[in-house]
């Protein structure tokens, strides 16, 4: 079996590269291949890499090439980890919303449109590579916004799926506070990426007894305090939103927060200059602790899962991936992207019935659905017009003078990445 990671360069691979060495009994990779233009980059990386695989004692090959056909010649999946124009255009996602005094945020608003529009022609060119080199591959998207990048991919009529960290974050923090397995723990998790609220959470399975109330009652202050939001609000809701979805309900605390601090992109970046200076020594053998500050927590056990059920039926029967709608929320258009529990295997997933959502959360997401509908089109034809109409429907902007300055200011940032512009 070969695996192909696209982005292979990521300070990220590492926890990749991880899961696969732990989980080669789910998995079993013959050859992993790190693609990455960024030889800088890919170099401390991969060679970490080879050195988790050796001291864990997987037999898998490790490749590093900058030749995208190369890499994903016979690739049986291609992972997706972009970030077109690295943190330093990620800098500027998080900083020039925040002049209108809306959020700047990387996967959502103004910022994450941006982000959109300079990501959904090279994923999509990628992606047709990818079909030329084996039409039967699958794609598994974890760069975001992975909604609107998974939403291209399957309307371009892509074998793919999309692969969020939120949910599984949370089933392992709640199985911690259960004091069970998180094996036994289900989420009846709902919305769209970056969008999400758990609705339940059973024992056992879908169908097993739901624990949510409980939970609140015995663990709220914990969880609201992982939010970032007040108790008071999740004993009012009885659900457990995701962490984005504080943009939306403490919009005007977070903009005051946002301003007043250093970007997370700034962050990153001198986390990034660390973990690629700990890569290069050849005596690490291992992730080092300073990864789980980078983001990205249990994304290669959710990759290896993903991965096996798509490629070999094994792995996890029911797991919370992004994919097309079909019907599942009927106050979507069937295209939608949503994310939610799927049944997943070789011929991809379809999404587990969902029990009739509130009006309160299904408001918000069919609106930030629009948004995203709009934004993929502002994305494959371009057009001041198209970036406007996306950003006056985006519930985090609204104002027509906000949408027309962020589109100003949003082609300013970005002309360099948009050939329409």
């Known amino acids: 079996m070969k695996l192909t990671v696209v982005g292979g360069g990521s300070t990220y691979t590492p926890e990749l590269i991880d899961g696969f060495a732990r989980l080669r009994g789910v ?86 449109l941006a982000k959109a529009l300079r990501t959904v022609p090279v ?66 998790h709902v919305g769209l990426n970056h969008l999400t609220w758990e609705t339940g959470v059973r024992l056992g399975g879908p169908g097993g007894a739901d624990v949510l109330p409980a939970l609140l009652t015995g663990h709220g202050d914990a969880i609201a305090a992982d939010l970032r939001l007040p108790r008071p609000l999740l004993d009012r809701l009885g659900v457990v939103p995701s962490y984005y979805l504080r943009y939306y309900y403490a919009h005007d605390e977070v903009v005051r927060e946002l301003r007043t601090k250093p970007s997370r992109a700034a962050e990153v970046a001198a986390m990034e200059r660390e973990l690629l200076e700990m890569y290069g020594d050849p005596a690490l053998e291992e992730k080092p602790a300073l990864l789980a500050k980078r983001g990205g927590a249990h994304y290669s056990e959710a990759a290896v899962d993903l991965a096996a059920a798509l490629l070999t039926g094994s792995g996890s029967p029911h797991q919370v991936v992004n994919t097309r709608n079909n019907g599942t929320l009927p106050f979507l258009p069937d295209d939608a992207v949503i994310e939610v529990q799927a049944a997943v295997g070789p011929e991809g997933a379809s999404p587990l019935p969902v029990a009739p959502v509130d009006p309160l959360y299904a408001g918000l997401t069919a609106s930030v659905s629009a948004y995203e509908d709009l934004a993929l089109d502002a994305a494959l034809r371009g057009g001041r017009d198209r970036v406007f109409r996306a950003l006056l429907a985006h519930p985090l902007i609204g104002q027509y003078a906000y949408a027309e300055t962020l589109t100003d200011e949003l082609l300013a940032h970005n002309r360099e990445y948009l050939a329409w512009a």
């Open 123 to 188: 994923v999509l060119d990628i992606a047709e590579r990818v079909r030329r080199a084996n039409p039967r591959a699958w794609i598994v998207d974890f760069t975001n916004p992975v909604g609107i990048v998974t939403r291209a991919l399957l309307r371009a009529g892509h074998r793919a799926v999309g692969l969020c960290n939120v949910a599984i974050g949370l089933q392992r923090r709640f199985a911690g506070l259960l004091g069970v397995a998180a094996s036994e723990v289900h989420l009846d």
């Open 27 to 112: 998995l079993p990779v013959e050859e992993l291949v790190l693609v990455d233009p960024a030889a800088e980059r890919l170099e401390p990386v991969g060679g970490l890499a080879r050195r988790i695989f050796a001291r864990q004692g997987h037999p898998g090959r490790i490749v590093t090439t900058a030749d995208l056909e190369a890499g994903v010649d016979g690739a049986d999946a291609v992972l997706l980890q972009l970030r077109v124009g690295g943190q330093a255009a990620r800098a500027q996602d998080e900083t020039w919303p925040l002049e209108c005094g809306c959020v700047g945020q990387e996967t959502t608003g103004a910022g994450g």
